[in-house]
């Protein structure tokens, strides 16, 4: 039952249910303009329950029709009804009963796409975190757990297609005036399905409407056949066969790896138009944002691609990591959503290139995580408080969560760390479950004692680890000094050391890594991972003929702010030599961030370090190197990017000046090679979105911003925008054209042409707006008005919405963030207007003004004014408010 509005819901008040629901029985008329439901549940008071508490069903902007118990009628002195609730005293106080419930919803007007809804004349539903308490009255919390069995009905023409969990049972047509029946049902058919694993009521879906579909079958290892079917708006169902095949490698994957097999008869996945998040694992119905449901080569990019893997990868792994097991309550969220990331990271690892994933892996949590771990909205991996629950899909559960199971992984080994899985799958199959459970079975299958590991859990931060090294010629002795330390927070929970693993190599000067015997330690040092359960920790190897380089924190083996001030020979030095790859690009990467932030701080770029400019050129052209890394080690970090490691006092006209400058010295020196790499790579062979194509694109595509730079014209861009064959090619092609050359005839007929092409193409055009929106350059806040006032502008499409507000807001610092807060009051402005149709997506677009506070004080005062402005407007959604006031606090 949600509190009191204000008052946090707090994890030390959990306690269970008085009653429990075995099962459901639902039967939902759609109609046009309104639904009916019909809830019947089959009720008994637990164990132990006080034998005279009332039963308080939740329920949000909800109408109710008819109440019995039994086959009667409720008296209406019994219960209390209103929109947000429903109150029932007097009830058996042993042995089950029967309450049936009838609500009216509005599919049509409802905005915030939660609840039961309309997209696109398709009926569909979204009920995690507290959605279904829109449908009907219900127990709406994850560890009240019941069988499903739904009728559906509606128009056969409307919704030929209906959709519910589990596994079809029966349908057809209803029995019209001829056959007995109501007149009015002459032209309605309807379809029941069951589900028969106990499911907490988040995921429950339905799906009715006019859907094609893809078709094809999976036989599982141990020979059950099931049928899948991606159900999608009339004529894109050919766009689904990339998901159809990802969804085919993950079942396959999940046997394999986890042991893990898919347990319906079928499996069904919608994409819809309009949906607040990715993507949703409802039992055997997953329903997706159709971005990442639908590609082909001409109107996705590989990005694109990669994503829908991911995507789909990740809702079919919540079956066993979420669904079968899945969380007690909602402060456990990361046990289904840190371990579902960390099997979705995993899985594309093996099915692509483990390096590359890693490292894209980690760019997107510094990128994400580490401004949220280190600012207002600060939170543990899990809080033990929340105002909207809403709010707490957040890089830090998802992305840290994953983190947290990596480091299981890293601490126990492979072999234990499965063992760990197994017996979880074991022993919580069916339970709502806690991060408590969880990691005990990691205990008990390994012998470890993981309490100091849990404080990972509970500590809110990115621990800072220093290290320094000391080599002695005269002993051959290498000392390593590691040292940990947490700040306090905005999150105010505790500082304690934790358990660190570090991953490091040590690598001879000609290459190759050295394994020198330890001297000393007064920590764990196992193989190439040292334990820093200490504030430090001194290491000694000896036996050195020469001082190594350190590569320390391999594959970024736990989420903390690397402080290690290696010289930038080391640096070099490993970005050449490491024969670790993850270790190869964060030496670079270290390098090229902390001269772009120390430019920044300086107030100038003055003459970039040209041994760096050409490490990046080498690493472009190593042929040793995979071209997808040899992208990722030949880029520039982005504005935003610059901007978080600036860090403080940040001035967003400086970032941008000094990139620009660092991009045209980086396209100076590299020119020959670029080109000749450019050439090398313009091979005409078909389009094959395999992860080694997508790396060679990836690669040629990177090179034209820093060549386009140095040129100082669009020609080259401009050829490239008129040989692209692929989306991929195309895009990259625009977005050098409008962020390098705004004022150019060409850049404006480009934009033009692609428009005219793409239309009709709602995917695509979200692409052209979101690449408008993110053009750092003056005139860019006045495009953006003109942007939302474009005919094809829907602020109540979150894709539509989100490329244009976290276009500017999330990619673009520079126009965001503009001297006279014009950037400000401009999203503060469409915040109000958003939070009025879809709070969740409003709430989750304000999250941009969380790092307001490490800006220059002029932009600060100007940030925070815009942010006390939308503050104080009145009848703002309880998410929006809640971010708002952490944000300010
Ligand atoms: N559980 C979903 C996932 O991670 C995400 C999700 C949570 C969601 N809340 C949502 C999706 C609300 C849509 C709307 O896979
Ligand atoms: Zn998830």
Sequence with gaps: MRNEDGAPVRLEDYRQTDFAIRHVDMTIRLFEGHADITTRMDLSRRDGADVTAPLMLDGDELVLTGLSLGDEPLDAARFDAGPDGLTIR??????????????????????????????????????????????????????????YRVRLEADRNAAPVLLANGNPVEGGPLPGASEGGDPADALRHFAVWDDPFPKPSYLFAIVAGRLDSLHNSYTTASGRDVSLTIYTEPGLAERAGYAMDALKRSMRWDERRFGREYDLDVFNIVAISDFNMGAMENKGLNVFNHKYVLLDP????????????????????????????????????????GLTVYRDQEFSSDERSRPVKR???????????????????????????????????????????????RMIATILGQDAFRKGMDLYFERHDGDAATVEDFIACFE???????????????????????????????????????????????????????HIPVRFGLVGRNGG?????????????????????????????????????????????????????????????????????????????????????????????????ERMLDAMVEAAQDEALEPALRAQMASLPGEAEITRLVADNVDTDRVHDVRVEMLAALGHRGKAAFERLRAALDTQEAFSPSADSAGRRALRNTLLAPLSAALGTSELAQEAFAASRNMSDRLAALTVLAHQFPEDAATRQALAAFYD??????????????????????????????????????????????AVLAGVAGLNPYVFHQADGAGYRWMAGMLAELDALNPQTAARMATAFRSWRSMEPGRRAAAQEALRQLQARPGLSRDLKDILDRTLA
């Excluded at 997209?119 to 009240?144: H, K, M």
């Excluded at 859990?457 to 220093?466: D, F, H, K, S, V």
């Excluded at 270790?583 to 390098?591: F, H």
């Excluded at 009709?760 to 055009?765: I, K, M, N, S």
């Design 298 to 337: 001409d109107t996705a990019t590989d990005a694109d691609y990669a994503g829908v893997e991911t995507v789909i990868a990740h809702e079919y792994f919540h079956n066993w990591t979420g669904n079968r097991i899945t969380c007690r309550d909602w402060f456990q969220l990361c046990l289904k959503e």
């Design 90 to 147: 007097d009830l058996p106080a042993t042995g089950e009963f029967r309450l049936t419930i009838g609500t009216r919803v509005v599919p049509e007007t409802n905005t915030k796409l939660m609840g039961l809804y309309r997209s696109n004349g398709i009926w569909c539903t979204q009920c995690e975190a507290e959605g279904f308490r829109r449908i009907t009255y219900f127990l709406d919390r994850p560890d009240v757990l019941a069988t």
């Design 444 to 498: 008990d299958a390994s012998g470890a004692d993981l309490t100091q590991f849990f404080l990972w859990y509970r500590q809110a931060g990115t621990p800072q680890l220093e290290v320094r090294q000391i080599f002695d010629e005269t002993s051959g002795r290498l000392t390593l000094e590691l040292r940990q330390s947490l700040q306090a927070g905005a999150a105010g929970t505790g500082t304690l050391p934790m």
């Design 513 to 609: 890594d050295l394994a020198p015997a330890l001297h000393s330690a007064d920590t764990r040092v196992e193989a190439d991972v040292i334990h820093l359960t200490q504030e430090q920790a001194t290491i000694v190897f000896e036996g050195l003929d020469e001082r190594p380089y350190l590569s320390i924190l391999r594959d970024f083996s736990a989420p903390v702010q690397l402080a290690y001030k290696e010289s930038s020979q080391d640096r070099l030095a490993l970005a050449r030599l490491d024969p670790n790859p993850f270790g190869r690009w964060r030496a670079l990467t270290d390098m090229v961030g902390d001269a772009l932030a120390a430019a920044v701080r300086s107030g100038g770029a003055g003459t970039p370090d």
């Design 359 to 405: 490292i894209a892996s980690v760019h997107g949590l510094k990128a994400n995580q580490f401004p949220e771990d280190q600012g207002p909205l600060q939170h543990p991996v899990r809080p033990v408080a929340y105002r909207e629950i809403n709010n707490f899909y957040t890089a830090t559960i998802y992305d840290k969560g994953a983190e947290l199971v």
């Design 757 to 802: 092409r793409f239309e009709e193409d709602p995917l695509v055009l979200d692409k052209w707006f979101m690449l408008q929106a993110s053009a750092p350059h003056a005139g860019t806040l006045a495009r953006v008005e003109a942007l939302v006032a474009h005919p094809k502008f829907r602020l109540a499409n979150p894709n539509r919405a989100r």
